[in-house]
């Protein structure tokens, strides 16, 4: 058992990339959860992986102009993600088409169009680093930034918590009483591009929705209060970067990818063995007398 343990930690003991993508993913992690089960909660979970899609033309155009440079790749993810979701919202109000209609046409167009321009910009290899990921895109400003955005992020939720809550349990309630729910809202969704933006080096573009996303997802097969939600799907979103480096590290595996599965696995699993709604938790058979 010790000489197990001792390998699982050997690669973030013995190489400094290992622990910041570990660092950087287990903040991301924590940082994602309660934006993942928010999104669940408010039937937006597709929007995720829309955005996810529409930052990469605003990075592709940073890391055109700079190469991996993290303010330019986070301001181009940023301006490109806020202007999807600002697009989108545009053409409902204006054509009536639903959001997620909206959405689903834009992001196909925003993700050609960034793999057009680093393709045009002769930098093939690099596309695969931010659509997939890879842990030594983690370097020393890279997870300051992470550090910085991460922080922000939970301390943002926890301040907009409440009218959140309100304004995805019961609107029309919150707008007789306050008008915090559409700020709520935006706040909630800039805070949703901004984690989106910042994981992308390590996670990968493609990828770093799947971290948002499948712990929330899991863990609402294993309780149905909201706090616990958040704690159990930030707990496996840990566990899955964790394993997911060490699967990277020891069978040469794209780190994105080997996360994503990891976090995948977790699903599957409560699928089946969760206790709210799990397929092993059937109600059990009347029988007559």
């Not at 343990?5 to 993913?25: E, N, W």
């Not at 659509?131 to 370097?139: K, P, Y």
């Not at 994105?256 to 058979?285: D, K, M, N, T, W």
Request: contains cysteine.
């Amino acid at each position: 058992m010790l000489m197990f343990t001792s390998h699982l930690l050997q690669p973030f003991q013995d190489f400094v990339f290992m622990r910041r993508a570990l660092i950087g993913g287990l903040v991301l992690a924590c940082s994602t959860a309660p934006l993942g089960v928010f999104l669940i909660l408010r039937r937006m979970s597709l929007i995720g992986d829309a955005v996810a899609h529409g930052i990469l033309p605003g990075a592709a155009i940073g890391f055109w102009i700079a190469g991996l440079s993290l303010p330019a790749l986070t301001l181009g993810g940023l301006g490109a993600g806020m202007g999807m979701a600002g697009l989108s919202a545009w053409i409902t109000r204006r054509t009536g088409l639903r959001e997620d209609a909206s959405l689903a046409a834009i992001y196909p167009i925003s993700l050609a169009s960034g793999v057009l321009i680093l393709g045009i910009a002769g930098k093939r290899l690099d596309l695969l680093h931010l659509l997939f990921g890879s842990a030594l895109a983690v370097d020393g400003p890279t997870l300051t930034g992470m550090l910085w955005v991460c922080g922000i992020s939970l301390i943002v939720m926890a301040l907009i918590y409440r009218p959140l809550l309100l304004d995805t349990l019961d609107p029309l309630f919150l707008q007789t009483v306050s008008r915090l729910g559409p700020l709520a809202h935006g706040v909630f969704l800039t805070l949703v591009v901004l984690n989106l933006v910042i994981g992308f080096q390590a996670i990968g573009a493609l990828m770093v929705v799947g971290l948002m996303m499948l712990p929330a997802i899991a863990s609402r097969f294993w309780s149905r209060n909201l706090p616990v939600l958040m704690l159990i799907a930030a707990l496996i979103g840990c566990v899955s970067v964790t394993l997911g480096l060490l699967l990277s590290f020891y069978y040469s595996l794209p780190s994105g990818p080997a996360i994503v599965l990891v976090a995948g696995g977790f699903y599957l699993l409560s699928v089946v063995f969760g206790p709210v709604h799990g397929l092993l938790r059937r109600p059990p058979l009347l029988t007559s007398q």
